[in-house]
């Protein structure tokens, strides 16, 4: 079945520091994908999402662009802050249901 | 406007018993979901409903786990004979449809525990 791989955590950055996490994905066709983030002690929240080749999500100073030539949709923010700190989930979707990455978490430090 | 509730927010059990859960999506979503997150890992699917009818239940990982949403609104995931494996959080997710370009919007979950 499909699958989404991401990159292991964690991973720890000082505040004002460039942020890349890499996701890849299997799914064939064009499948929607999304970046979900779960900050500590609440629930999923929809990111971004883009939902064509070459679209670029943003929000919250953070971007990712669909690849599909490298069928990625790494997330990306140039300057990060404490309240970044959560754990950001890559997912695809082509029929119904989402399929998560196993999420990384971000910690960052003053 | 109100998002995605779930009730309870935790609930825990003995080995064996039976438990229910339940999703309240936002208003007009006619899409719902279910999904399990395992402690360290991504939610994985359960159960995909539009309106009434389940339109996925792929997921679902044995018969006794089974899912109803009568009226097309509210849905309960039922689980029977509880074991130790099924402790996770339960999260609900619901969208305007099924199309594969809409967000899914995701309640707080339920934390179950089996004792």
């Known amino acids: 079945g499909n699958s989404v791989t991401q990159m292991e955590g964690p991973v720890t950055l000082s505040e004002e520091a460039f942020l890349t996490i890499n996701c890849t994905y299997t799914a064939t066709g064009y499948p929607s994908l999304f970046w979900y983030v779960q900050y500590p002690g609440e629930g999923l929240q929809l990111l971004l999402k883009a939902t064509k080749a070459d679209d670029k999500g943003s929000n919250k100073g953070f971007e990712a662009t669909y690849r599909k030539e490298t069928t990625s949709f790494h997330l990306e923010k140039g300057s990060v802050q404490v309240s970044d700190s959560a754990v950001y989930f890559c997912?695809?979707?082509?029929y119904d249901k989402v399929i998560f990455g196993p999420g990384t978490s971000l910690s960052v430090i003053p | 406007g109100a998002g995605v509730s779930q009730t309870p927010s935790n609930k825990v059990t003995e080995k064996g018993k039976y438990v229910e859960l339940r999703c309240?999506?936002?208003?007009?979503?006619?899409?719902?979901?279910?999904y399990r997150q395992s402690l360290g890992q991504g939610p994985e699917f359960l159960i995909y409903f539009q309106g009434t009818g389940a339109a996925d239940d792929s997921g679902l990982p044995n018969d006794r786990f089974f899912a109803v949403r009568p009226e097309g609104s509210v849905s309960t995931l039922k689980i029977q004979r509880t074991e130790r494996g099924d402790s996770a959080v339960y999260l609900c997710a619901s969208s305007l449809d099924s199309s594969s370009?809409?967000?899914q919007y995701f309640g707080p979950g339920t934390r179950l525990t089996v004792l």
Do not use: K, Q, V
């Open chain 1, 91 to 94: 997912g695809e979707t082509s």
């Open chain 2, 24 to 34: 309240d999506p936002i208003s007009g979503h006619t899409a719902l979901y279910w």
């Open chain 2, 101 to 103: 370009t809409d967000t």
